[in-house]
């Protein structure tokens, strides 16, 4: 399984940011995918998933700004970010679980213990 992401920048707060992450060798129906973010000094944070029927789910930090999709191949996962602020200055990667284990559930998004993960790609936001 490949995940390369892309579209990172530096924003000013209150722009947007589209992220993509192109997938290839992942085969089978049952998959989740989801977008998970790391910022210097801290832990990785999930931030949106969407399952294998296209169901989706977000963290309770990007709630209402953030979106995530797919396109009708499944060869593209994209994130659509709006409204950033300096705390969503991240480096952010794709992420992908044959065994559909990327979830979000109480504000909060998981992944699994066999997900896969792109190289990442750094969003600053600037006040």
């Known amino acids: 399984v490949t995940l390369v992401e892309s579209g990172g920048d530096s924003v000013q707060a209150g722009g947007s940011l589209t992220l993509s992450c192109a997938v290839s060798?992942?085969?089978?129906?049952?998959?989740?995918m989801g977008w998970f973010r790391q910022a210097p000094g801290k832990g990785r944070e999930g931030v949106a998933a969407i399952g294998p029927d296209g169901s989706t789910g977000y963290s309770g930090s990007v709630k209402g700004r953030f979106a995530i999709s797919q396109d009708s191949a499944k060869n593209t996962l994209f994130l659509q970010m709006n409204s950033l602020n300096p705390e969503d200055t991240a480096k952010y990667y794709c992420a992908a679980d044959p065994e559909g284990a990327i979830y979000c559930w109480g504000g909060h998004c998981y992944a699994g213990e066999h997900s896969y993960y792109g190289q990442g790609t750094q969003v600053t936001v600037s006040s």
């Open positions: 060798g992942l085969t089978g129906t049952y998959y989740s």
